[in-house]
């Protein structure tokens, strides 16, 4: 398997089917066993090694092909590449090209490389600015993500808010494995959640159609 791999949606199927997100999350370890004492699983390394794919759970946000469509050209090319059994350093400029002029995906690629530290050095700061930049532009696998650094205070200062804010955002935009953290999280620490911040979370997708 090249240093990163790409992740398809079954064998011998087209681009349509191509799983396109470059995140971290792995099929086998995104469950999120939350309980009191243990946290959110979170991505697996060696999932976050490959050019791993947040989709692997059967989250469907939009349809794969339509997110093959409206993701910038450089981030498609980069997976291409990928594909073909590049390299991370060929990869790496396109990314940081298309996460420059705004496009989410490519910005929680590289934000998930700075979080585990493979192929770029690691630098939790950055990640999770990277990550909240994903996270704002409605990539619902930057705001699971975002949610694992606040429960585990990876990065940021713990917050059971924040990350039940991030949380309740990735479970919005369509990730069904963020409804298991939220379960957690209000059963054990529903007091110290501020709820104000977050009930703004259910107008923010009416807002965002609003402003298009």
């Known amino acids: 398997m090249p240093a990163l791999a790409l992740a398809f949606a079954g064998n011998g199927q087209g681009e349509d089917e191509?799983?396109?997100?470059?995140?971290?999350?792995?099929s086998e370890e995104s469950?999120?066993?939350a309980t009191k004492k243990a946290g959110p699983a979170g991505r697996s390394t060696r999932a976050a090694q490959a050019l791993p794919s947040a989709l692997g759970?059967?989250?469907?946000?939009?349809s794969q092909h339509e997110l093959i469509k409206g993701t910038d050209s450089r981030y498609r090319s980069a997976l291409r590449l990928m594909q073909r059994g590049g390299e991370a350093a060929d990869a790496y400029p396109l990314l940081v090209a298309a996460a420059e002029d705004g496009d989410g995906l490519s910005m929680y690629a590289i934000g998930t490389w700075r979080l585990h530290g493979f192929h770029l050095k690691k630098n939790l700061r950055e990640a999770v600015r990277l990550l909240r930049l994903a996270a704002d532009a409605d990539v619902a696998y930057a705001c699971f993500?975002?949610?694992v650094c606040?429960?585990?205070g990876e990065g940021v200062k713990q917050s059971w808010s924040k990350a039940a804010k991030y949380y309740l955002r990735?479970?919005?935009l369509g990730d069904g494995a963020a409804a298991e953290a939220l379960e957690t999280?209000?059963?054990w620490y529903g007091e110290e959640i501020n709820l104000r911040a977050i009930a703004r979370e259910f107008v923010r997708?009416?807002?965002?159609?609003e402003r298009s």
């Not at 191509?18 to 792995?26: F, N």
């Not at 997708?205 to 159609?209: E, F, I, L, S």
């Open 18 to 26: 191509m799983v396109c997100a470059i995140g971290s999350r792995s």
């Open 31 to 33: 469950g999120m066993r």
């Open 57 to 62: 759970r059967g989250v469907h946000i939009r």
């Open 145 to 147: 993500d975002l949610g």
């Open 150 to 152: 606040y429960w585990k």
């Open 170 to 172: 990735a479970f919005l």
């Open 185 to 187: 999280i209000f059963y």
């Open 205 to 209: 997708p009416v807002q965002a159609m």
